[in-house]
C-alpha cells in the first residue's frame, strides 16, 4: 500500500512537471517621463537680450546594443529592439528594450509657449539596460543700466514606474529639472522643484506641488498629474549672465535568470520512485 501510494505521488509530480519549461524568464521594468508645457521667462528691470537656445540629447544601451541621438530641437529617438519616437508614455514590458528620446517642441520661453519632454525606458529579460532622455537649454542674457530680475513658470507632467517580477535584481527610476543662473564662474541662482516651497537659492518660489527631482526603486509608482510650477530671482546687478534649463529622465533595470521549478520537481518525483524501488526491494529480501 505504501509501495503504490509513493509511486502515484512521484507519477504525479512528474507529470505535473513534464507540461512547465525547463527554464524561465526572470524580467525588470522601469520608466520615467515628464512634459513640461507653458514655459515662460519674464525679464524685469534692466534685464533683456536672452540669445537662442541649444540642443537636446538622448541614449540607450542595453546587452542588445547602444543607440544615440543629438541634435538643436529633436533629438533622433534612442531605440534598441523597438521603434519608438517622440512617444512620452510607458509602453509596458510584453517585449525587451531600451528607448530613450528628448524633445524641445517649442524654445519660445518669451512668449510664454516652451515645450519639452523626455523620456528613459527599459524592459529586461535576463539582461541589463539604461536609457536616458534629457533635455538641456543654455543661453545668456545681460543686466544693464538698472538692477533685473527673471521670474519663470510652467506646468510640468511627470511620470515614473519600477516593477520587479520573479528573478528580477534592480529597477530604478529618475527624474530631474533644475534653472540655474551663472554670472561668470559663480551660481547666483539655482532652482530644483522639490515640493517643498522656498527651496530656491537666489530667489523665491511661489508655486512647488511636487518634486521634479526624485528616485524610484523595486516597485514603486510616481504619477502626481500636472503641476504648476513658479519662481523669480532676487535682484542681479549689470553685468552677463549665463541661463541653464535643464530636464532629464534616467533609468536602469536588471535581470537575472530564474531557477526553474520544474527541474525541482522532477529531482524531487525520481526521489520518490527511489524511494518506492527501495521498499520493493527490502520487501522482497
Known amino acids: 500500500m505504501k509501495k503504490s501510494i509513493i509511486q502515484a505521488a512521484a507519477l504525479l509530480v512528474l507529470a505535473a512537471s513534464a507540461g512547465l519549461p525547463g527554464g524561465a524568464w526572470a524580467s525588470s521594468y522601469a520608466v520615467s517621463y515628464n512634459t513640461i508645457s507653458g514655459f515662460s521667462l519674464a525679464f524685469g528691470g534692466g534685464a533683456g537680450g536672452l540669445t537662442p537656445f541649444t540642443f537636446s540629447v538622448d541614449a540607450a544601451l542595453t546587452t542588445y546594443g547602444v543607440d544615440a541621438g543629438l541634435s538643436m530641437m529633436d533629438a533622433p529617438a534612442a531605440c534598441v529592439n523597438c521603434s519608438y519616437n517622440n512617444s512620452f508614455t510607458s509602453h509596458g514590458t510584453a517585449t525587451e528594450y531600451g528607448y530613450g528620446d528628448a524633445l524641445?517642441?517649442?524654445?519660445?520661453?518669451?512668449?510664454?509657449?516652451?515645450?519639452?519632454?523626455?523620456?528613459?525606458?527599459?524592459?529586461?529579460?535576463?539582461?541589463?539596460?539604461?536609457?536616458?532622455?534629457?533635455?538641456?537649454?543654455?543661453?545668456?542674457?545681460?543686466?544693464?543700466g538698472t538692477p533685473g530680475s527673471v521670474s519663470f513658470g510652467f506646468l510640468s507632467s511627470p511620470y515614473m514606474s519600477?516593477?520587479?517580477?520573479?528573478?528580477?535584481?534592480?529597477?530604478?527610476?529618475?527624474?530631474?529639472?533644475?534653472?540655474?543662473?551663472?554670472?561668470?564662474?559663480?551660481?547666483?541662482?539655482s532652482w530644483r522643484p522639490d515640493g517643498i516651497l522656498g527651496n530656491a537659492f537666489g530667489g523665491t518660489e511661489s508655486a512647488d506641488p511636487f518634486t521634479l527631482n526624485s528616485s524610484l526603486t523595486a516597485n514603486a509608482l510616481f504619477a502626481p498629474g500636472s503641476g504648476?510650477?513658479?519662481?523669480?530671482?532676487?535682484?542681479?546687478?549689470?553685468?552677463?549672465?549665463?541661463?541653464?534649463?535643464?530636464?532629464?529622465?534616467?533609468?536602469?533595470?536588471?535581470?537575472?535568470?530564474?531557477?526553474?521549478?520544474?527541474?525541482?520537481?522532477?529531482?524531487?518525483?525520481?526521489?520518490?520512485?527511489?524511494?518506492?524501488?527501495?521498499?520493493?526491494s527490502r520487501k522482497k529480501k
Open 104 to 144: 524641445i517642441l517649442n524654445a519660445n520661453v518669451q512668449g510664454g509657449v516652451g515645450a519639452a519632454s523626455s523620456i528613459g525606458e527599459v524592459s529586461a529579460f535576463n539582461s541589463a539596460g539604461l536609457a536616458v532622455g534629457s533635455n538641456t537649454m543654455t543661453a545668456t542674457f545681460t543686466v544693464s
Open 228 to 280: 504648476s510650477f513658479a519662481a523669480a530671482t532676487n535682484s542681479l546687478s549689470t553685468g552677463t549672465y549665463t541661463l541653464k534649463i535643464t530636464m532629464a529622465n534616467y533609468v536602469n533595470a536588471t535581470s537575472a535568470t530564474v531557477v526553474p521549478l520544474p527541474a525541482a520537481a522532477w529531482l524531487f518525483g525520481s526521489g520518490l520512485l527511489g524511494m518506492a524501488g527501495l521498499a520493493r
Open 162 to 189: 519600477t516593477m520587479l517580477a520573479a528573478g528580477g535584481v534592480s529597477a530604478n527610476a529618475n527624474q530631474l529639472m533644475s534653472v540655474s543662473i551663472n554670472k561668470g564662474l559663480t551660481n547666483v541662482f
